[in-house]
């Protein structure tokens, strides 16, 4: 009896762990803020938020790039992660989810293991972007591949390395 009740409460314990851990995990991931059109106006106060917008493709450069932005006014561009599943089109709706960033080629050469220059060739210096962590189209399709969707902003603190044990 006592080998039943004492595996019982084991059980229990590991199970209570468990999803005490999943909870953790769940509160450490980044919730998107939603935001507007009007509120992208001024973009450089979002910087390094996750944000999720609707937004009108206007221009398309490449599958990896696409520009959003009030008919007129400003153009943001968008960076899918490379490969792209797909390439968004000039007029489509998207729902895109990303970190607003300023864009520097040899710091994203450094934050994101995907980035090569050569695929983003339009995208200049010093340009505000919103680097995507899912674009999903009218239709459904999501274009950011699911290898490359991180929910950690590229200036998070690194994890510490675990300490060596001395043999």
């Keep these: 009896m006592r080998y039943v009740l004492s595996t019982f409460i084991f059980l229990l314990m590991a199970t209570l762990t468990a999803f005490d851990v999943i909870a953790q995990e769940k509160a450490l991931a980044p919730t998107p803020r939603a935001v507007t059109m009007p509120q992208l106006k001024n973009i450089e106060k979002l910087d390094g938020q996750l944000v999720q917008v609707v937004a009108l493709v206007r221009h398309t450069h490449t599958a990896q790039v696409f520009t959003f932005g009030d008919k007129g006014g400003a153009e943001i561009h968008a960076i899918v992660p490379n490969p792209a599943t797909d390439a968004a089109n000039v007029g489509d709706n998207v729902e895109l989810t990303g970190f607003v960033r ?11 293991k995907w980035f090569r220059r050569s695929d983003y060739p339009d995208v200049h210096g010093g340009d505000w972007v919103i680097v995507a962590t899912s674009v999903r189209t ?11 969707i991180s929910t950690t902003p590229p200036n998070a603190a690194p994890a510490k390395p675990a300490k060596e044990v001395n043999k």
């Design 102 to 112: 300023r864009f520097s080629a040899d710091a994203f050469e450094r934050d994101y």
């Design 138 to 148: 009218s239709e459904g399709t999501e274009l950011v591949p699911p290898m490359t």
